[in-house]
């Protein structure tokens, strides 16, 4: 069986965990943390970043943050993971679902557009499967209505749009470093800080309330606790698995880049004969390659994903919409109809995809696609 996701080491990871132990420092803010975090910054043209236990940690830093409670709205795709909703409701804030945009499958602007009003708070947009979303026009929308932008960049590191990294256009982004995601250290995140004045209440935050990284830099003789915060930070073990991955990050990028290509060239040829789509080429855009799907025709996907399983290849589907979840009705501000999103969930699938994806491995899985659509069309 070709499994949709297998990790992989890089490189130095196993060396630098033991340096890491070595060291005396294996909690959050060791040595690898800030060689971490310092190619973060410099990839990212942040302001800081500091590693987190998860995405899902930094996204609810960012509410926090931006002081985000009851009586606040946020807006959120409908096609994400719970993630990028939970943390502004964990905060108590309404959650306004809004439609992807059909080609890039990122936040439609028009629909934005069209729930904004002066309680929402912040707009969060996904880059979905490492492609840019229009962070131009939904930043253009969030300084109209005196709300944030914030980007959930899970998928979408060393990604760029017309030159510029991808987490850089809104006021913060946040990081996924899971298992599945393009650089791994089993689970992590972090929270990119865009705005200087952001960063000091961001280290109370990660630093359970207090003021120690003050303390650390000579400011004031001890630390103490200063308001609400956590146990957000990162260890230095997890961090010293990550930076490994991040020095090799060229190779990664490029071996993901070549998956990518390879689906595309199978596939491509045969793309309207099957009645497929395949994921969008943005201009001016550099991909960060983190998934490739395959959107099929209607009503084949169960079928498709069981034929291709008997054939020894682990496809599978994405999210499930938040705005018909049982959550996302409980959480939402108003009910919505996110059409596009329904569609798209209903016939999307991702074909294996990680580091160390082999080319005959590729060619098994566009092949048993292939046949699987070929057999469903035959019996339509």
């Known amino acids: 069986m070709i499994p949709f996701n297998r990790p992989g080491l890089a490189g130095d990871e196993l060396s630098y965990i033991e340096q890491a132990v070595a060291s005396g420092h294996t909690s959050c803010g060791g040595p690898f943390s800030k060689r971490a975090s310092e190619i973060l910054r410099s990839e990212c043209g942040a302001v800081d970043v500091l590693l987190t236990t998860s ?13 985000i409670g009851p009586g606040d709205v946020v807006v959120v795709p409908s096609f994400t993971f719970t993630s990028t909703a939970l943390a502004y409701a964990r905060a108590g804030a309404s959650l306004r679902f809004c439609d992807i945009d059909p080609v890039s499958l990122c936040l439609d602007p028009a629909d934005v ?16 499967a490492g492609n840019p979303s229009d962070v131009d026009s939904l930043g253009a929308l969030a300084r109209s209505a005196g709300a944030e932008l914030i ?54 935050l990660l630093d359970k309330g207090t003021n120690r990284r ?39 990028r490029a071996r993901r880049r070549r998956v990518s290509e390879r689906y595309r060239e199978l596939l491509e040829p045969s793309a309207d004969e099957l009645g497929i789509g395949l994921p969008p080429e943005p201009p001016e855009s550099e991909p960060a390659d983190h998934m490739f799907y395959v959107l099929l025709p209607r009503g084949l996907r169960s079928e498709v994903l069981s034929s291709m399983r008997s054939d020894g290849v682990q496809a599978t589907f994405h999210y499930v919409p938040l705005h018909s979840s049982d959550a996302g009705r409980r959480f939402v ?45 035959s019996r339509a």
Not at 151 to 164: F, I, P
Not at 235 to 245: N, R, Y
């Open 113 to 128: 557009e069209s729930v904004m009003d002066e309680r929402v708070k912040a707009i969060v947009t996904v880059h979905y």
């Open 55 to 67: 995405c899902t940690d930094a996204l609810e830093m960012s509410a926090m943050l931006l002081g």
């Open 214 to 252: 003050q303390f650390l830099d000579g400011l004031v003789d001890k630390y103490s606790w200063q308001g609400l915060g956590s146990s957000f930070g990162m260890s230095d073990i997890l961090a010293a698995f990550l930076t490994a991955q991040l020095e090799r990050a060229d190779s990664i």
């Open 151 to 204: 980007e959930d960049n899970a998928h979408g590191l060393y990604g760029r749009r017309r030159g510029r990294p991808l987490g850089s256009f809104g006021r913060m982004s946040t990081l996924s470093f899971h298992e599945t995601k393009n650089f791994i250290c089993g689970e992590g995140g972090a929270l990119v800080l865009n705005d200087e004045r952001d960063v000091d209440a961001a280290h109370i």
């Open 333 to 377: 501000d108003v009910d919505r109809e996110c059409p596009v999103t329904d569609d798209v969930s209903g016939r999307l699938i991702r074909l294996p995809f990680f580091n160390d994806l082999t080319e005959g491995e590729i060619e098994r899985s566009a092949e048993a696609l292939i046949r699987a659509l070929t057999r469903a069309a």
